[in-house]
């Protein structure tokens, strides 16, 4: 009786958007050569195969506040997956107040950037995830003491034993890290846009639709493709046109301290746009809140184009289609302390 | 075929418990003088009907960075649901790393608590969320700013609308307050003592049972009985000895800020037990990290007893059945700021 009465119901839905919308074929089959929707399933990870343990002791150092030396900061408290996976700062308050240097970007399908950071000095999640534990101004902690904090609690011993089966010591820096990489390449964010992609012609509106035909033709979509529309290549910041030192600062020369070669001065890793319009403000300075000041300053400073208002709306309108829906996240309970845990300390070293 | 295997097991395993646990009827009588188990349904709320909307919105706001001035602290950072309500840190730090004045008390079945903060300074939950949003040291913001953030975002606009209905300006400081307050009478963690209490001899093992016995004959019973085992009346630390000020610093008069009565110096309320072996340290100075020595410190100070290490063993043992599980908390998906949402500010106004 309801599947009866369904089916109809779906039928005339699927020619009421017919109607309306235009076949869209066209655009979605040169689409479909520039970008890729997201997988149905969880990325396979380069030495590092993804079990139901070790994605779930992933998640739990991923919340564990103690992973910090002041028990302060969590990965969470700057890639909070309540708030798209980002902190909605300019950029990050650390250890002892102190102010990171670049705006933190979302974790969330951060799995299928070619490489991690706005400089892509880490080559995986599993390398990024060492990086703010030891940074001065983030978790200023110590890969020792975060190994002997986990060996404190013989609940996360149990659970190391578990995801590294086959390693007789398996609380380590290293296998901290594979965990937690793990876990966020469940991070996954399904959008209209991937819905689009696989052939739902009602996913986006005219408006969005108008919006994806333009990033495409004017050129966004040179840098920002793949399957995160963007977080693969390093371009310049400032390819045709530098924006001022508010948004550029000079101090910041990107790739160039990774490299150390002179072309890549300010170049940065061309942004993944998954969730942009739920992670401002932008930009490695993090200066620009607008998303669609964010948009004009790149069509001006790398395409040397000065978008029309309608324009600039348009591509904000087909870039809100990234949003995507995280899966349901149980927050995790966690092992107490122990009389071997170290203690937190809120000090600030002076270097 | 299942049921019929079932029956006999678990009528096996009656028989087994009964033979090696002695039934304990006489000491459930008396420990049911002097404690409530937990009720099965969520408690009645004093002028704050509790609905799923509203619970909804609590839960949002709980887990919320952004009514923090600088948008790094929610509730949920020093009342971490992930490690027993509480941040494990000696006392909570704040807004320009700064430290507050005394150990943050568990949410975690707070609801049932005579009156909140080591000093009773709030009547209930709503008054007690209003403080730390202002606390200068805490978050350092402010009632006007708060509601600027939520009213900025149309997401907020209909979850407080759903949860005040009758209201035409539901978006207000007091409905934050009241919001939270739901979401945290919901915050009940059902233990092993609540089973025992309702008829499970199980539910403790025997040293836990000797502990109940002791903890209730050596006089600890007489301050922290109720439902929470304490978090109802005040007493004066140090009633038959102070404790050193390492412990009990001098400076921290405790109630007597709130009542300015010469005989409320040094008085604090009687810390509530539930989940005490997972919220160290303790204390309102947190100086005692080992939930052994506080049971000792608060036997010589409280009581003018020594205990031996067995009888700290068995209190402490029975502490440990107060330890309870909380409902599974799905982590929320937080509105996105608009143009219209306060920028966060990490900056420190000297006052």
Excluded at 181 to 188: I, S
Excluded at 242 to 264: H, Q, S, Y
Aim: net charge negative.
């Amino acid at each position: 009786m309801f599947l009866q009465a369904k089916i109809p119901l779906m039928a005339l839905s699927l020619i009421l958007s017919a109607q309306v919308a235009p076949a869209q074929e066209d655009l979605r089959a040169l689409a479909l050569d520039i970008f890729s929707p997201l997988p149905s399933t969880l990325p396979a990870v380069a030495n590092n195969p993804l079990t139901p343990d070790k994605i779930a002791l992933g998640k739990a150092l991923f919340f564990d506040p103690r992973i910090s030396a002041s028990g302060v900061f969590s990965c969470n408290s700057c890639h909070n997956l309540a708030t798209g996976g980002d902190d909605n700062l300019e950029t990050s308050i650390g250890h002892g107040w102190q102010k990171g240097p670049r705006n933190a970007p979302t974790v969330l399908n951060a799995v299928f950037n070619g490489a991690q950071f706005w400089d892509g000095r880490a080559p995986d999640l599993a390398a990024q995830a060492k990086g703010p534990v030891q940074a001065g101004v983030e978790m200023a902690n110590t890969p020792e003491n975060v190994v002997a904090t986990l060996k404190s609690m013989p609940q996360y011993q149990d659970w190391f034993r578990a995801s590294f089966p086959k390693e007789t010591d398996p609380v380590t820096f290293d296998n901290f890290a594979r965990a937690i990489e793990a876990y966020e390449a469940t991070l996954l964010t399904p959008s209209p846009f991937d819905a689009w992609l696989n052939g739902d012609d009602a996913a986006l509106n005219d408006q969005q639709v108008a919006g994806l035909q333009l990033f495409i033709d004017s050129g966004c979509a040179a840098c920002h493709s793949g399957i995160n529309l963007g977080g693969q290549e390093y371009y310049p910041f400032g390819l045709i046109e530098k924006p001022g030192a508010e948004v550029l600062p000079e101090g910041d020369k990107g790739r160039f301290a990774v490299t150390e070669t002179v072309d890549d001065e300010y170049v940065f890793r061309a942004a993944p746009l998954r969730n942009i319009a739920v992670t401002a403000p932008y930009f490695h300075s993090g200066k620009v809140w607008d998303l669609k000041v964010a948009v004009e300053i790149m069509a001006s400073s790398q395409l040397g184009t000065d978008l029309t208002v309608e324009e600039a709306e348009g591509i904000v309108a087909f870039l809100g289609s990234l949003t995507g829906t995280l899966p349901e996240v149980v927050y995790p309970v966690l092992p107490a302390e122990t009389a071997a845990t170290p203690r937190p300390s809120g000090e600030i070293s002076v270097e």
